[in-house]
């Protein structure tokens, strides 16, 4: 059966959220039993999410638009062009009447990619039956705060500490990723969400004055459905007030880091469940 899971995004600045969002769908050993919206405009987040699911035409749930503001008080980075691309949004249809943190509390599979704000208040939920989580998110080679972790820092702080067992993947490892001009091509070629999705790459690109990006959170799910891709390290995962993501080694730790990964194969096993999605 597929592992059901519940995603937790900030979709919309960078375009790794869509790609993650597609990555998942084009995953047949995953179910999404739901979507919550995390950082900023939330119902914004959500009408993009739903957008992407009617273009690929799929069920992926309740959309829930999450909490907007940092529980650290830390102002929210918005990048602009969130939607640009997505005429008429407003018409999109979410389930602003269901509870985000319920549903996330709910679920025993979570994916989060985007600051931890919602997962952090589904933690301390009274029984919330959360058994693992998969995320994207902090740097585990250098001390630099990612970000992710450094725009709710106080989120992050409960949900390690939170005693959950969690897979992480830091942006040490994502950036050896990249999409170059050859997959979006690829990805543009494959339909209408193809197309949906290689307008926002470029978009991005032209944000970050680039010719290229990292597949960060579509790395995280690779995580869950192709570990034997990935190198792993067990222990313990620590956050000071700054952001910056410490890892302690220990044997039966609850967390596990990805210490290491195959670039290349990484980057061709992403592509290929998006055009699996994209068919």
Known sequence: MPTSLVLDTDIGSDVDDALA???ILGSPELELAGVTTVYGDVVL????VARIAAVAGRDVGPVVPGRGEPRSGREVWWAGHE??????????????????IALLAGAATLMPVGPLTNVAEALERPGQAIEHLYLMGGNFTAADAEHNIKCDVAAAAVVFDSGVPITA?????????????AVVERINAAGRLGELLAAEMRQFWKFMATESNAPHDPTA??????????????????VDSAGVTRFTQEAGGPHRIVTDL??????QRIASRILTACA
């Open 221 to 238: 799910v690779l995580t869950l459905v192709e570990p034997e891709l990935f190198t792993f390290s067990s222990g313990r995962i620590e």
């Open 262 to 267: 195959e670039p290349e194969q990484v980057a």
């Open 45 to 48: 987040r959500a009408r993009m």
């Open 21 to 23: 969002l597609a990555t």
């Open 169 to 181: 993947v830091g942006i040490d490892q994502t950036q050896r990723v990249r999409f170059d001009q």
């Open 83 to 100: 939607g640009a691309l997505l005429p008429d949004l407003d018409k999109e249809q979410v389930s602003d009447d269901v509870d985000p």
